[in-house]
């Protein structure tokens, strides 16, 4: 009876998150408007970011060749433009989760194709909010794109190894690169070196990356503790 009804509503017409028509597809997206998305096109091996056409080696950008990040790549579904900043904002501050489950799905795949022909890693990291903000948003949204990557890709979550210790100012106030590195120094923490014992790759979920000062944050400590590989996965790359 349970699957007769799990059936029945696949079979049911849902509302596509971008332009509202009914959709029968598997998740809340029209075949139209999923096409039209600003998917990531191609970008620097390390940060994720899209070179200018005219850059001299568009698979390494200057800053990473200069200052390598401290993790392996960053990957990113889409560009940070519309409509992906409105969904993502809808997902974040008004608790919009179709969105955000819809396009959870559509980097789950991406991740799934990437690591088919090489070692996924040992385990998923979302980037941690601190308490007085997780309590008043009332969920960590980078947690609930890990579960569904978790689901998806069959790598394993924890939504506890890591997390932010101090409430920083939000990084978007930030004006110079100094001050967005500052405003995160000892931010974060590992809660708990038990549940990185012989963890040694990593993949750190978050919504978007713009500066990589967060995920530059994290990505320290996580090696300190011994993590060797850490990829980091977004939905959205913004550009610096």
């Given at each position: 009876m349970l699957n007769l009804s799990r059936r029945l509503l696949q079979l049911m017409p849902s509302p596509c998150?971008?332009?509202?028509?009914?959709?029968?597809?598997?998740?809340?997206?029209?075949?139209?408007?999923?096409?039209?998305?600003?998917?990531?096109?191609?970008?620097?091996?390390?940060?994720?970011?899209?070179?200018?056409a005219t850059a001299p080696n568009p698979r390494s950008c200057a800053g990473?060749?200069?200052h390598p990040p401290p993790f392996a790549c960053c990957r990113a579904?889409?560009?940070?433009?519309?409509?992906?900043?409105?969904?993502l904002s809808g997902?974040?501050?008004?608790?919009?989760?179709?969105?955000?489950?819809?396009?959870a799905l559509l980097l789950a795949e991406k991740i799934a194709q990437?690591?088919?022909?090489?070692t996924p890693p040992d385990l998923l990291l979302p980037v941690p909010l601190h308490p007085k903000r997780l309590r008043q948003r009332g969920f960590n949204q980078a947690l609930e794109i890990a579960r569904v990557v978790s689901k998806k890709c069959g790598i394993p979550l924890s939504g506890n190894a890591i997390v932010k210790m101090r409430d920083t100012t939000a990084q978007t106030k930030m004006h110079s690169a100094g001050a967005r590195k500052q405003n995160l120094k000892n931010a974060f923490g590992v809660a708990d070196n038990v549940l990185l014992h012989r963890v040694k790759s990593v993949a750190l979920i978050d919504d978007v990356v713009t500066t990589m000062a967060t995920v530059s944050s994290v990505s320290r400590e996580l090696r300190g503790?011994?993590?060797?590989?850490?990829?980091?996965?977004?939905?959205?790359?913004?550009?610096?």
């Open positions: 998150i971008v332009c509202g028509k009914s959709s029968r597809a598997a998740y809340s997206l029209c075949p139209d408007c999923e096409f039209d998305l600003p998917w990531a096109g191609p970008c620097c091996i390390r940060c994720g970011e899209e070179p200018p990473c060749t200069l579904a889409f560009r940070y433009q519309s409509p992906i900043d409105s969904l997902f974040k501050f008004r608790a919009r989760f179709e969105a955000g489950n819809v396009l990437h690591y088919r022909n090489t503790c011994g993590i060797r590989h850490i990829d980091v996965w977004c939905l959205a790359r913004a550009n610096r």
